[in-house]
Structure formats: structure tokens, C-alpha cells
């Protein structure tokens, strides 16, 4: 097999790191381009021995698996400049926000296998969560390649591909909502007198061993939750405070909101680079 990346952010740089740590394909096999940064290729080159090539027609043809990794807003552009170049025995695996399987293959202009991916972030430590679902033309072997690759930055779950957009308001954007929590509670800890780094150890520490507890244990959160709330006790006084800021109701309110956002943009690309 041979890859090429039309991409270079932080994304593709975990996704090397991954194909590189389990030694997926060596790297002469992987061609890595992106837009304008000569740099930031040069950095994965001496950091991955990958590929770096600017004539996209010899790129395209170089590989039989070609990652779409740029952003959402230049992905018509660099997809409608594939037109004619892609094959239909070629397999694209996009992690474009937003854009679904059968715009990519309008824009590209044929019937080829396509799977549209979300990882996040964590990604960069091999801890990515990624939904992946099949196009209209992808197959089972198609699949199969795209699994074993987002597996090696994370746990991998298939899904129908109109679930992409609520995982992306869910676990591709769920990030930022544990850092956004974090700063709150580091906050407070400073605010009551303890030192920046101590207050950051304990909530990292605490959200730690939040999750683990999930995982061994496989209770549910609210059981968890009730074993640490003793009545009258402190953890019941600060819930109290939450529910009255209807913290549970915001939370809802944000994932769905940008599981929103991504049909938003989804149905914005359908009018730029000759979508139908």
C-alpha cells in the first residue's frame, strides 16, 4: 500500500506518528503535501523520512489510499483540483469536519470507495476516540484499511455515516469542554489560596481517576456520582450549586450545538466547488 497525505496540521502529524510506532508502512511509502508551508513538510520529513511532493498528479498517482487532512474551508478547492486525477479503485479517507462521503466524491468528480472519519485531538498521544463510517462506494476492505490506520492513534467506532455529526459536537469537540472544566476547577483551587501547579496536579489527577473509575468499574455515572455524595456532605453542596447554574442542561446544550454547527457547514460546502 502507498499513502499520501493532502494535509499537514497536528492531525496527519499524529497519524504518522502512529503509522510509525506500529510500524503500519515504511516510510518511503507515504507522500506528504499541504498548500503553501515548505517548513512544516520539512519538519515530517526529518521526523518521519516520509515523502514530500508538490506535483499533486504525481502524488495522486504515486498512491492507492489518499488522506483529504486539509481544512474545511480549502477542501473544495483542493478536491475539485483532484478532478480527473483520482481513480474509482483509489480509496479516500477524509477527516474534513462537516463535509459528507457523497460531496467529496462530487467534488472529486467519480465513484470512488470514500471513508469520512472524526478523530480529536488526543490523537497526538495516541488516545483519539475516532467515529468512522463508510461511504456509498466503500466496501468492507476499505474499512478494514481505514480502521487499522485511525486504531493506531485510538480507539476506532463505525458508525452510519449521519452519526459523524453528532460524535463531532461529542467526542471530536469534547475536549475542550474537560479543558474548559478544568480551568474552572484550577481556577477555583488558586482562588482559594492554593499554589497554580498544586491546584493543576489535583484536577488533572481527579478527572484521571474519574475516568479510569468508569472504565473499571463499568458503572454507570450516576451510581459513581451517588457513592461520593453523602447527604448533607460537601460533593452534595457544590451539585447543588452546579444544578442551579443548570450545568447538566449546558453541557447538553453545547454538544448539540455544534453537532448543529457541523450540519451547518456540512449543508455550506453543498454550494461551493460544484456540490450538487
Not at 26 to 43: F, K, M, P
Not at 51 to 58: N, T
Not at 128 to 154: D, K, Q, W, Y
Request: charged share 20%; aromatic share 4%; proline share 4%.
Amino acid at each position: 500500500m502507498r499513502m499520501a497525505f493532502l494535509g499537514a496540521g497536528s492531525i496527519v502529524e499524529a497519524m504518522l506518528a502512529g503509522i510509525h510506532s506500529q510500524q503500519l508502512l515504511s516510510s518511503d511509502r507515504i507522500h506528504v503535501t499541504n498548500r503553501a508551508d515548505d517548513g512544516r513538510l520539512q519538519q515530517l520529513q526529518e521526523r518521519f523520512g516520509v515523502r514530500i511532493m508538490r506535483d499533486r498528479k504525481a502524488l495522486v498517482q504515486s498512491c492507492d489510499t489518499l488522506i483529504l487532512a486539509m481544512k474545511p474551508k480549502d477542501a473544495a478547492e483542493a478536491c475539485t483540483s483532484l478532478r480527473g486525477l483520482v481513480g474509482p479503485e483509489q480509496l479516500v479517507i477524509s477527516v474534513i469536519a462537516g463535509v459528507s462521503t457523497d460531496l467529496i466524491a462530487s467534488w472529486l468528480g467519480v465513484d470512488c470507495p470514500i471513508i469520512r472519519t472524526m478523530p480529536n485531538t488526543s490523537a497526538a498521544i495516541g488516545l483519539s476516540v475516532t467515529g468512522l463510517a463508510a461511504g456509498r462506494h466503500a466496501g468492507a476492505e476499505h474499512l478494514e484499511i481505514a480502521t487499522l490506520l485511525f486504531t493506531s492513534i485510538g480507539t476506532v467506532y463505525p458508525v452510519p455515516e449521519q452519526e459523524l455529526d453528532i460524535i463531532t459536537g461529542l467526542s471530536g469537540s469534547g475536549p475542550a469542554y474537560i479543558y474548559y472544566l478544568v480551568e474552572a476547577m484550577e481556577g477555583a483551587g488558586t482562588k482559594a489560596g492554593l499554589h497554580p501547579q498544586m491546584a493543576r496536579q489535583l484536577t488533572v489527577q481527579t478527572l484521571l481517576g474519574a475516568a479510569q473509575m468508569l472504565l473499571a468499574t463499568r458503572e454507570e455515572p450516576a451510581v459513581l456520582r451517588r457513592k461520593v455524595t453523602s447527604p448533607g456532605g460537601t460533593t452534595e453542596a457544590g451539585l447543588e450549586v452546579l444544578e442551579s447554574f443548570r450545568f447538566r442542561e449546558a453541557v447538553t446544550a453545547a454538544i448539540l450545538r455544534a453537532a448543529e454547527r457541523a450540519r451547518e457547514l456540512g449543508e455550506q460546502y453543498q454550494h461551493v466547488g460544484g456540490g450538487a
